[in-house]
């Protein structure tokens, strides 16, 4: 039943927001952004506009023509491998009735849709892991379901899918008390993410922490008990699954990597379109034939592109973003810095007061999201478009989805499970924007970057 519920609430949330971006789509305030070649507007381009803004178009220009222009190269290249495979099969199906571009629309969004309903329940199932409460975890799942970055999981973006991989490695991980197999498993699913988002890097850290952790154990179950023979075994099998979950981790996109570093530093302009060269020049991009400056450049982890193309054309470097103009970035950004911070003081107070023997025997607690968390919000601070922070967060892990649905349990004692699978569009959370506690911010903030979120990006306005 609960999960059924979950399903219903989430599909709700992707309704409201396929409306909302209908009603916007109409309005375009775009100005010099990356368009793609242009196509020729169908039925289902003029229905699904809205969730084909910014970046979307980057996803969908590669996963129909492929990497040909530099700058596309900062984009991973899972999300349009999937799309560009299953549309083919779609077209195939479709006889020819779907054009290439539709199918790639249709495509895309039903790796979102699909992607975002299991990870809700990926969310579910994660809390109630850690936190063993029914409440607590529903509750995290609805705030899932409304999240602030939720146009993001429904557009042509990396989120739904990111975050999928992303919670699933981390269930294994957990489910199976991070055994050497899982470790490795988690591994495949992890290397899946980091070839979908550069901040994938940063899932490594969940192989350490669980596998390690796995090395202490929970009580009565810890190779220290045991014979010097039988713990070193254990760790020299901890250290090699962990090393190798890591290699192959990193190998994944090294392949990637080496494959474009190729094409780009060999390959002539003979096998382009005329369309692809047309929009080459008349936007002044630099393509595939043409010379780069990182040919001759070495990366030990990501490809020796990444950082010279961010620096290009997004201006990444350090405090690169700290000009007066861009204060309303970080203004749009301060809500969800502020709820990490204040989450990863929680998580580390509760550690303090119960101790380490309950922090192993609970799974590290929140420990592992914090410290990712935190990991994401400096470089956003000093590095990386800030405004990217709060999708980028709340697609990463489950952690600000937990802890402030632990915030809201502790405040609202009084309400039952059962107020939360009542049969409404949106149980319970409506209730709490009539408190006068941190309460009342929390679902302020979600309903309010939930629909002007969604609104602001289907127009072609800057939002995340």
């Not at 799309?83 to 629309?105: F, K, V």
């Not at 008390?177 to 490594?204: E, H, K, Q, W, Y």
């Not at 350090?318 to 749009?332: D, E, R």
């Not at 601070?381 to 402030?404: D, G, H, M």
Request: aromatic share 16%.
């Amino acid at each position: 039943r609960v999960r059924k519920r979950l399903i219903l609430y989430a599909t709700f949330s992707r309704i409201a927001v396929f409306a909302l971006q209908l009603i916007f789509s109409s309005f375009d305030f775009s100005t010099d952004a990356f368009k793609g070649v242009q196509e020729t507007e169908t039925w289902i381009g003029r229905l699904f506009r809205g969730f084909v803004r910014w970046d979307a178009l980057q996803f969908v220009h590669v996963a129909e023509y492929g990497y040909v222009f530099e700058h596309s190269l900062a984009f991973f290249p899972c999300f349009p491998t999937v799309i560009h495979a299953i549309s083919n099969l779609i077209n195939g199906l479709s006889m020819g009735l779907i054009c290439t571009h539709s199918s790639l629309l249709i495509t895309a969004l039903l790796i979102n849709f699909v992607a975002f309903l299991f990870s809700t329940l990926l969310v579910y199932k994660i809390s109630l892991i850690l936190t063993s409460s029914t409440k607590i975890s529903l509750i995290s799942a609805l705030l899932f379901s409304i999240n602030p970055a939720s146009i993001f999981f429904s557009s042509i973006y990396t989120e739904s899918l990111y975050c999928t991989l992303s919670l699933l490695g981390i269930y294994i991980l957990l489910s199976s008390r991070s055994s050497n197999s899982a470790l490795l498993f988690a591994a495949l699913i992890f290397a899946g993410s980091f070839l979908t988002r550069s901040n994938g890097i940063l899932n490594i850290g969940y192989i350490l922490f669980y596998g390690l952790l796995h090395l202490l154990g929970p009580r009565g179950n810890r190779i220290w008990d045991r014979s010097i023979f039988v713990q070193l075994r254990e760790i020299g099998y901890r250290i090699l699954a962990i090393g190798s979950a890591i290699i192959f981790i990193v190998f994944a996109l090294r392949i990637h990597s080496i494959r474009q570093t190729d094409r780009f530093c060999s390959e002539s302009l003979h096998n382009l379109s005329q369309s692809i060269l047309d929009l080459g020049r008349r936007a002044n991009l630099s393509i595939l034939g043409t010379p780069v400056p990182w040919c001759s450049q070495s990366s030990l982890i990501y490809p020796p592109f990444y950082t010279s193309i961010q620096r290009r054309y997004w201006d990444v470097n350090l405090f690169g973003y700290w000009t007066m103009h861009k204060m309303p970035c970080f203004l749009l950004a301060a809500p969800a810095l502020f709820f990490t911070f204040y989450s990863t003081i929680r998580v580390l107070n509760r550690l303090r007061i119960n101790g380490m023997e309950w922090g192993l025997d609970s799974h590290g607690d929140s420990l592992p999201f914090a410290l990712h968390s935190v990991a994401l919000a400096l470089p956003a601070l000093l590095v990386y478009n800030v405004e990217v922070f709060t999708r980028i967060v709340f697609s990463s892990s489950p952690f600000l989805y937990i802890e402030l649905a632990r915030v809201i349990h502790e405040r609202t004692r009084q309400v039952q499970i059962e107020h939360l699978i009542e049969p409404r569009l949106f149980p319970f959370l409506p209730f709490l924007l009539y408190r006068r506690d941190i309460c009342c911010a929390i679902s302020a903030y979600f309903f309010l970057y939930f629909s002007l979120g969604t609104a602001m990006h289907a127009s072609f306005l800057p939002f995340t």
